[in-house]
């Protein structure tokens, strides 16, 4: 895990790349990679590489970037892990390559010089990565299948820049923070700043599950699509045959056992993020059988939630004694939140309504000394536990009948209701409605009409959701899960859950977030959607498996004074303030 | 002492339980009256070893079947081995606590009928040809009497590199050709050998590599047409059902052994095919995993990745050389007849002590 940065002046009419802007962008990614900085210039000062090491594959200094080939034709920087490097290193040594180190990165480079860029399709984890290719002069680009690892760009038509943040890149000082029309009614839209836009102009994501070259003078080349959820659903539809083979139970518990060991694979002492909700018990419950130490479990407390449901500790202090997990109960204050308040927005990159719950669990890992924790991030996507997997598709149902606008005003007071037969006859739509925040006609209000109408014409918000089921899924769950997963996961969960647990140089690892699972248990979801999520629970005891839906609540309502009511409305306050404590001026400001 | 089994098949049965209970047999007379009492004879029944009473005359009706099973009672057997579970009710007939054998799907999650899932904790003992089928077994069954690992066995002298016969050659018109192989039967119902999986990637290697389907079955006609959608149907040839005696010359054809399947307990067809020397590829998934030794014997892929199968096969048809590895020995007869032998002489034990 580390921060990188990467500069490719390509056109002949561009200045050579400047030591301060890499040194620069490359700093102020500092919390990500506290372990070690390497920066790098090309001779003919047309490229630089950048990189902050957070350590966790090979400690020793064969490990830091920009990493290059033997050749020196080759260079890489990479933020992320490779679970599988061990077996596609031995596969490339079976194949005469010769490592120099132990790294999952330099396998990534040889595995470049082998199969260029169909080694995508080879990586099982988590990556955002820059190689340059001194012999063909081009760079090659690419970000894992869910995007769990961010890589953002910035293009003049001469000069290329990424970095693993927004704001890094503007630390540069040469990328304008100018605000994104399109970004800002995104983040009003849903909360999240939708890829592939960024709250800034000038800047853009590098998108999930696709890689891309640079080339000398040409620029930026076509962008291939190496991963696609809803390519996924849609082919396994024709594999369901196999979901009768087994049990679901066994056969999702050994899918899920054999994710989780490789999520293990580290130099370092892994702990595992302990709600006491399904996902995380069942990941802590299998860590602990596969691990070969011991999986130290963290969870939060508040006085706020004491003696209601939403206490989790206590829950969670008991399966730690079962699992015999050392465990960690940390007790966050009201004060602690409004002292931390400053930095959690220094450290958010773009504008989000979420995230604090991963910042204070990660703020208790690095302080018991860690920098690798599990979480049961997307566990209701894969297993389709959320309410709009039943809510949405029946809103397209019901909203196609005759006279649904009006009988949905009629019976419903809620903000959304007014826009059920506008938006409510498409699984975007109905998505958008399920998820959004504020909806297009609200949006002059609260960030004038200008901006709204320019950023509303440039994102083309519905368009978007339905990219995400193009191919088509092909049934009710799967699209619901690609929906999800492409869009509330992607571009709130965990993009949240990287910068907030970087600000503490913790690494957090999703093994239900995993290409290689969701190939491999696609078929039984289909078959037996969110009944799944009852086969993984019925490893853990009864306790666990009666109580409600949780997962790192805090009390955000008790803590910024947000209205009681419907979440939905109080989410709205927090946005407005949240967009507030970001905007241009001060997000400039604090990016520098 | 006389040791009753009980098989779907055995001799004259072609599919890999028929084998695994011919091999079974074999190593049970060499120091034991053996009685078989078969559910099924398709072909025509191979010899039989001596001391092995093989009692065809059982598959003719039920009838005979129900009469064949009362004279082997009445011959107080020592020992009743259930070759399949759902013989389990028989075998719990004759025998107060027989031995159970489970091989792949069949016991890899509960059965239908509730009171043979209840059968199943009589069993004095449970022998798997794979640990992943005895996982797989336990942990639906709950079963906590002692279990055992029994891979098959494999006469790999039977086997060897040899040329490529020319009238196989010009039949499937493989003159200059790489071959991909997969030896199944082609289940439409089943569909767990992995010969979609191959399909979808055949495209990506150069014209002369080529995929050749062994085995006879109902889902022909489908892979013929996905073949076709694929625009890879002309580099595709299905053999048909293959005459067992000539199986050593289907391996001879082949450059490398793929089968990236779901459901296999061991996969037999490994075995045969590295003790031809050819390359193999199997699934991490499921029993081919301990035929291929956990990847020591060949490569292990993911069958849902085709990026990861296609580079398999790559590095495989790279290799070039056929060679039979050395630790195939594990899967020697011999060593069959010697994990066997403790095996009994354990269940054995465990029921004098009980």
Same mark, same amino acid.
């Given at each position: 895990?580390?921060?990188?940065?990467?500069?490719?002046?390509?056109?002949?009419?561009?200045?050579?790349?400047?030591?301060?802007?890499?040194?620069?962008?490359?700093?102020?990614?500092?919390?990500?990679?506290?372990?070690?900085?390497?920066?790098?210039?090309?001779?003919?000062?047309?490229?630089?590489?950048?990189?902050?090491?957070?350590?966790?594959?090979?400690?020793?200094?064969?490990?830091?970037?920009?990493?290059?080939?033997?050749?020196?034709?080759?260079?890489?920087?990479?933020?992320?892990?490779?679970?599988?490097?061990?077996?596609?290193?031995?596969?490339?040594?079976?194949?005469?390559?010769?490592?120099? /180190?132990?790294?999952?990165?330099?396998?990534?480079?040889?595995?470049?010089?082998?199969?260029?860029?169909?080694?995508? %399709?080879?990586?099982?984890?988590?990556?955002?990565?820059?190689?340059?290719?001194?012999?063909?002069?081009?760079?090659?680009?690419?970000?894992?299948?869910?995007?769990?690892?961010?890589?953002?760009?910035?293009?003049?038509?001469?000069?290329?820049?990424?970095?693993?943040?927004?704001?890094?890149?503007?630390?540069?000082?040469?990328?304008?923070?100018?605000?994104?029309?399109?970004?800002?009614? %995104?983040?009003?839209?849903?909360?999240?700043?939708?890829?592939?836009?960024?709250?800034?102009?000038?800047?853009?994501?590098?998108?999930?599950?696709?890689?891309?070259?640079?080339?000398?003078?040409?620029?930026?080349?076509?962008?291939?699509?190496?991963?696609?959820?809803?390519?996924?659903?849609?082919?396994?539809?024709?594999?369901?045959?196999?979901?009768?083979?087994?049990?679901?139970?066994?056969?999702?518990?050994?899918?899920?056992?054999?994710?989780?060991?490789?999520?293990?694979?580290?130099?370092?002492?892994?702990?595992?993020?302990?709600?006491?909700?399904?996902?995380?018990?069942?990941?802590?419950?299998?860590?602990?059988?596969? /691990?070969?130490?011991?999986?130290?479990?963290?969870?939060?407390?508040?006085?706020?939630?004491?003696?209601?449901?939403?206490?989790?500790?206590?829950?969670?202090?008991?399966?730690?004694?079962?699992?015999?997990?050392?465990?960690?109960?940390?007790?966050?204050?009201?004060?602690?939140?409004?002292?931390?308040?400053?930095?959690?927005?220094?450290?958010?990159?773009?504008?989000?309504?979420?995230?604090?719950?991963?910042?204070?669990?990660?703020?208790?890992?690095?302080?018991?000394?860690?920098?690798?924790?599990?979480?049961?991030?997307?566990?209701?996507?894969?297993?389709?536990?959320?309410?709009?997997?039943?809510?949405?598709?029946?809103?397209?149902?019901?909203?196609?009948?005759?006279?649904?606008?009006?009988?949905?005003?009629?019976?419903?007071?809620?903000?959304?209701?007014?826009?059920?037969?506008?938006?409510?006859?498409?699984?975007?739509?109905?998505?958008?409605?399920?998820?959004?925040?504020?909806?297009?006609?609200?949006?002059?209000?609260?960030?004038?009409?200008?901006?709204?109408?320019?950023?509303?014409?440039?994102?083309?918000?519905?368009?978007?959701?339905? /990219?995400?089921?193009?191919?088509?899924?092909?049934?009710?769950?799967?699209?619901?899960?690609?929906?999800? /997963?492409?869009?509330?996961?992607?571009?709130?969960?965990?993009?949240?859950?990287?910068?907030?647990?970087?600000?503490?140089?913790?690494?957090?690892?999703?093994?239900?977030?995993?290409?290689?699972?969701?190939?491999?248990?696609?078929?039984?979801?289909?078959?037996?959607?969110?009944?799944?999520?009852?086969?993984?629970?019925?490893?853990?005891?009864?306790?666990?498996?009666?109580?409600?839906?949780?997962?790192?609540?805090?009390?955000?309502?008790?803590?910024?004074?947000?209205?009681?009511?419907?979440?939905?409305?109080?989410?709205?306050?927090?946005?407005?303030?949240?967009?507030?404590?970001?905007?241009?001026?001060?997000?400039?400001?604090?990016?520098? | 002492?006389?040791?009753?089994?009980?098989?779907?098949?055995?001799?004259?049965?072609?599919?890999?339980?028929?084998?695994?209970?011919?091999?079974?047999?074999?190593?049970?007379?060499?120091?034991?009256?053996?009685?078989?009492?078969?559910?099924?004879?398709?072909?025509?029944?191979?010899?039989?070893?001596?001391?092995?009473?093989?009692?065809?005359?059982?598959?003719?009706?039920?009838?005979?079947?129900?009469?064949?099973?009362?004279?082997?009672?009445?011959?107080?057997?020592? $020992?009743?081995?259930?070759?399949?579970?759902?013989?389990?009710?028989?075998?719990?007939?004759?025998?107060?606590?027989?031995?159970?054998?489970?091989?792949?799907?069949?016991?890899?999650?509960?059965? $239908?009928?509730?009171? $043979?899932?209840?059968?199943?904790?009589?069993?004095?003992?449970?022998?798997?040809?794979?640990?992943?089928?005895?996982?797989?077994?336990?942990?639906?069954?709950?079963?906590?009497?002692?279990?055992?690992?029994?891979?098959?066995?494999?006469?790999?002298?039977?086997?060897?590199?040899?040329?490529?016969?020319?009238?196989?050659?010009?039949?499937?018109? $493989?003159?200059?050709?790489?071959?991909?192989?997969?030896?199944?039967?082609?289940?439409?119902?089943?569909?767990?050998?992995?010969?979609?999986?191959?399909?979808?990637?055949?495209?990506?290697?150069?014209?002369?590599?080529?995929?050749?389907?062994?085995?006879?079955?109902?889902?022909?006609?489908?892979?013929?047409?996905?073949?076709?959608?694929?625009?890879?149907?002309?580099?595709?040839?299905?053999?048909?059902?293959?005459?067992?005696?000539?199986?050593?010359?289907?391996?001879?054809?082949?450059?490398?052994?793929?089968?990236?399947?779901?459901?296999?307990?061991?996969?037999?067809?490994?075995?045969?095919?590295?003790?031809?020397?050819?390359?193999?590829?199997?699934?991490?998934?499921?029993?081919?995993?301990?035929?291929?030794?956990?990847?020591?014997?060949?490569?292990?892929?993911?069958?849902?990745?085709?990026?990861?199968?296609?580079?398999?096969?790559?590095?495989?048809?790279?290799?070039?050389?056929?060679?039979?590895?050395?630790?195939?020995?594990?899967?020697?007869?011999?060593?069959?007849?010697?994990?066997?032998?403790?095996?009994?002489?354990?269940?054995?034990?465990?029921?004098?002590?009980?």
């Amino acid at each position: 895990m580390c921060g990188i940065t990467a500069i490719f002046a390509y056109h002949s009419s561009a200045d050579p790349v400047r030591r301060e802007e890499l040194e620069k962008i490359t700093e102020r990614m500092r919390p990500r990679g506290p372990d070690a900085v390497g920066t790098w210039i090309s001779p003919d000062r047309r490229v630089a590489l950048g990189s902050r090491r957070l350590a966790i594959i090979d400690l020793s200094d064969d490990g830091t970037q920009p990493m290059f080939d033997v050749e020196g034709e080759l260079a890489i920087v990479f933020n992320g892990e490779i679970y599988n490097y061990p077996e596609l290193r031995a596969s490339l040594e079976r194949g005469g390559v010769h490592f120099h /180190s132990h790294t999952d990165t330099e396998v990534l480079l040889q595995l470049y010089r082998r199969d260029g860029e169909d080694m995508l %399709g080879l990586l099982r984890g988590m990556y955002a990565f820059v190689v340059w290719d001194a012999r063909r002069r081009r760079m090659f680009v690419a970000r894992d299948p869910y995007g769990i690892k961010p890589l953002y760009f910035a293009d003049d038509g001469s000069v290329v820049r990424f970095a693993s943040g927004v704001k890094p890149l503007l630390a540069g000082g040469v990328v304008s923070p100018a605000r994104d029309p399109a970004g800002v009614a %995104g983040f009003f839209l849903t909360g999240s700043v939708p890829e592939p836009f960024t709250i800034c102009r000038d800047v853009r994501a590098v998108e999930a599950g696709t890689s891309f070259h640079v080339e000398d003078e040409r620029g930026r080349g076509e962008v291939r699509r190496h991963y696609s959820v809803a390519e996924v659903f849609r082919q396994a539809d024709r594999q369901r045959v196999f979901a009768g083979l087994m049990k679901p139970e066994i056969f999702l518990r050994e899918r899920v056992e054999e994710s989780v060991e490789h999520h293990l694979v580290a130099d370092v002492p892994v702990g595992l993020f302990l709600s006491a909700g399904i996902d995380s018990s069942a990941l802590a419950t299998i860590a602990s059988r596969v /691990s070969r130490r011991p999986v130290h479990t963290f969870t939060l407390a508040f006085h706020e939630f004491q003696g209601t449901e939403d206490d989790e500790a206590l829950l969670a202090e008991r399966l730690a004694r079962e699992i015999a997990a050392p465990h960690t109960t940390r007790l966050v204050t009201r004060d602690e939140f409004h002292a931390d308040l400053p930095r959690i927005f220094e450290s958010m990159d773009q504008p989000t309504i979420d995230g604090v719950n991963t910042w204070f669990v990660s703020k208790a890992v690095h302080e018991a000394g860690m920098k690798v924790a599990i979480s049961g991030l997307g566990g209701d996507e894969l297993f389709g536990s959320y309410p709009s997997f039943r809510k949405v598709p029946r809103m397209v149902h019901l909203a196609r009948l005759p006279g649904a606008a009006r009988a949905a005003r009629m019976v419903s007071h809620h903000p959304k209701a007014a826009f059920v037969g506008r938006f409510g006859r498409t699984y975007g739509g109905a998505y958008l409605l399920q998820r959004g925040l504020f909806f297009p006609d609200e949006l002059p209000a609260i960030i004038g009409a200008d901006t709204a109408r320019e950023g509303l014409e440039r994102l083309q918000i519905l368009d978007l959701i339905d /990219s995400a089921i193009t191919p088509d899924p092909g049934t009710e769950f799967g699209r619901m899960a690609t929906l999800e /997963s492409s869009l509330y996961m992607r571009n709130q969960l965990l993009r949240d859950a990287d910068w907030a647990s970087m600000a503490h140089s913790v690494e957090v690892r999703t093994p239900l977030v995993d290409a290689a699972l969701l190939r491999q248990i696609c078929p039984l979801l289909l078959e037996r959607g969110s009944e799944c999520k009852g086969a993984l629970a019925a490893m853990l005891p009864p306790w666990v498996r009666g109580r409600r839906k949780s997962g790192f609540f805090v009390p955000m309502r008790e803590w910024t004074g947000l209205p009681a009511d419907a979440t939905t409305t109080r989410m709205r306050g927090w946005a407005k303030s949240v967009f507030e404590y970001c905007d241009m001026g001060r997000f400039g400001t604090v990016a520098r | 002492m006389t040791v009753l089994v009980l098989a779907t098949d055995a001799y004259g049965g072609h599919g890999g339980i028929a084998l695994f209970n011919r091999e079974l047999v074999a190593a049970l007379a060499l120091n034991s009256e053996v009685v078989v009492v078969p559910r099924i004879v398709p072909h025509e029944p191979e010899p039989t070893p001596p001391g092995v009473t093989f009692v065809a005359e059982a598959a003719r009706s039920r009838f005979a079947y129900s009469r064949a099973i009362a004279r082997a009672a009445l011959s107080r057997p020592a $020992l009743v081995i259930c070759g399949h579970i759902n013989l389990l009710p028989v075998a719990c007939a004759i025998a107060r606590h027989p031995v159970l054998m489970t091989f792949g799907i069949e016991a890899w999650k509960r059965r $239908l009928a509730a009171g $043979l899932n209840r059968l199943v904790h009589r069993c004095r003992a449970v022998i798997s040809i794979s640990a992943l089928t005895r996982d797989r077994f336990g942990s639906w069954s709950g079963y906590r009497g002692p279990t055992y690992i029994l891979p098959n066995p494999i006469h790999a002298e039977r086997y060897g590199t040899r040329e490529r016969r020319p009238d196989l050659v010009a039949r499937y018109g $493989l003159e200059g050709k790489r071959v991909l192989l997969t030896v199944g039967r082609l289940a439409g119902e089943e569909r767990y050998k992995g010969f979609d999986e191959v399909l979808d990637v055949l495209g990506k290697f150069p014209p002369d590599v080529v995929y050749l389907i062994a085995g006879g079955g109902n889902d022909q006609s489908r892979l013929r047409q996905r073949a076709d959608e694929l625009g890879v149907a002309d580099r595709v040839v299905f053999t048909g059902g293959f005459p067992e005696g000539e199986k050593a010359d289907l391996y001879a054809l082949a450059d490398v052994y793929v089968m990236p399947s779901r459901g296999e307990g061991f996969g037999f067809v490994f075995l045969e095919a590295m003790a031809s020397g050819v390359p193999v590829v199997g699934s991490k998934y499921d029993g081919g995993r301990e035929a291929l030794m956990y990847g020591k014997l060949g490569l292990l892929v993911d069958p849902a990745n085709p990026a990861e199968l296609r580079a398999a096969i790559a590095e495989q048809l790279e290799r070039g050389t056929r060679r039979i590895p050395d630790e195939l020995q594990y899967f020697s007869f011999e060593h069959f007849v010697a994990r066997l032998t403790m095996v009994l002489s354990s269940i054995d034990d465990r029921s004098r002590a009980s």
